[in-house]
């Protein structure tokens, strides 16, 4: 029998018999992996399928990428044992402001500051993406109670007994529980039937990283500009760029790519007409990323000794830079009522549990869904009467310090 493990990745030499495990997790991005982690910390013996490879050391090279990682999800990657593994040290978030305008004018008087005083610890951390994937990576194959197939492409079945995944070289994986964690347009979602209602925005998201003159003293920037929200994000410097900073920059489809495809100099004077001078002069670095904006929500979160989780149950507007922490906070919520279930001796795939899961987290994210959508539809656009009602609506959370540590309470997911 092929035993839980380090699992050769190539398949080759590897017995055909089937490996037992508790929960098979399709997907090992970030929400599928740091699940795995979780689980395997406690004993649950985890299976983890990914049709690319998952080499156990990476050099962590900079791509300008990064996810902003709020409190609650920090803590759920110190109890996956993943933080610890992180190649950088992640960049604190103490300070956000948010503002509005119009590209190259001075922003509207009326602003709102989330700052050290609304907060006992950081708002949040910038991770570069890929030094958290070499993170996830060292915890998977450091863990006993973790089978990897990577690459592997695979068949699904599921039934009332359990579910059996096959590879096509023979490899079979035996379970209790399948987690589908395989991203927005998840395979693993098609093939159960479950429908996704999609919303799309017209608009793409500018991603990459900048140098800049000043130091950002780990503040952040929320702009909100006609043709989408435009966020500098505090990032850890290098030797080479001592202050660093992520761009997440939203714009109607047919101009984000316009910008994105500028010339060097060009694009930083496109950066310092959205930013103004609160950094400096400002210097693009490494690639530029382009992104459609769309939202998009599962009917459902179960079915058949089947989850989904993270993009595969839900995709949001990256407006409030919740996408990968809404995904983290279904991380926290299915590792308690599974770790839970492993302690009782439980079947983690009863539709007991499976429904617990979706009450817990459905109605969570749809708020959060139609809250990011709102947002959107209320800050990117030009109309007078909107414009006014914004910014009344930040000078008043401004004007009130304890509505301001509820909003930084609810973000951080504490």
């Known amino acids: 029998m092929m035993t839980s493990g380090k699992t050769d990745e190539s398949g080759a030499g590897v017995s055909t018999g089937a490996a037992e495990v508790d929960i098979c997790i399709i997907g090992a991005g970030p929400v599928g992996a740091t699940l795995a982690c979780r689980l395997a910390r ?31 999800s920090k803590k759920l990657l110190d109890d996956a044992g993943v933080w610890g593994h992180l190649p950088q040290v992640p960049c604190p978030i103490e300070d956000i402001l948010v503002t509005d305008g119009r590209v190259g004018e001075a922003p509207s008087p009326l602003s709102l500051e989330f700052t050290r005083e609304d907060s006992d610890q950081p708002f949040g951390w910038m991770a570069e993406a890929r030094a958290l994937r070499v993170a996830l990576n060292a915890t998977l194959h450091a863990s006993p109670n973790v089978t990897l197939l990577a690459p592997a492409e695979v068949t699904v079945v599921r039934n009332e007994a359990g579910v059996t995944v096959t590879a096509k070289d023979r490899r079979v994986v035996r379970a209790r529980l399948l987690v589908a964690a395989d991203g927005r347009a998840s395979r693993t979602r098609s093939q159960a039937g479950i429908p996704v209602t999609k919303l799309p925005y017209g608009q793409s998201g500018i991603v990459c ?16 500009l006609p043709g989408g929200p435009f966020a ?4 850890t410097g290098t030797a080479e760029f001592p202050h660093l900073s992520a761009v997440v920059w939203s714009e109607k489809d047919a101009m984000a790519h316009r910008l994105a495809g500028l010339p060097h100099e060009a694009f930083a004077r496109e950066l310092r007409r959205r930013m103004g001078d609160r ?21 459902r979160y179960t079915a058949t000794r089947l989850v989904l989780a993270g993009d595969a149950a839900h995709g949001i ?10 995904g983290f906070r279904d991380v926290i919520a299915l590792s308690e009522l599974l770790i839970e279930a492993h302690q009782r001796g439980e079947d983690p795939g009863s539709p007991a549990l499976l429904a617990r899961y979706q009450a817990r987290c ?29 910014d009344v609506g930040i000078a008043t959370v401004q004007r009130f310090p304890r509505l301001r540590k509820a909003f930084v309470k609810h973000a951080m997911g504490i």
């Open 279 to 299: 950094l400096g002069e400002v210097t693009p670095v490494g690639r530029r990323w382009v992104y459609p904006l769309s939202a998009q929500y599962a009917q």
């Open 232 to 235: 500098q994000l505090p990032m």
């Open 317 to 326: 507007h990256p407006i409030a830079g919740q996408g990968l922490n809404l």
């Open 42 to 72: 406690e004993g649950v013996r985890v299976a983890v399928v990914d049709r690319a490879p998952l080499p156990p050391m990476e050099h962590p090279d900079f791509d300008g990428r990064a996810y902003a990682i709020a409190a609650g």
């Open 362 to 390: 459905r109605p969570t994210n749809m708020l959060m869904f139609v809250a990011t959508d709102a947002l959107d539809r209320l800050f990117s656009n030009d109309n007078p009467v909107l414009r006014m009602a914004r």
């Open 209 to 224: 990283a900048i140098a800049h003159e000043y130091p950002h003293d780990n503040g952040a920037l929320e702009h909100f």
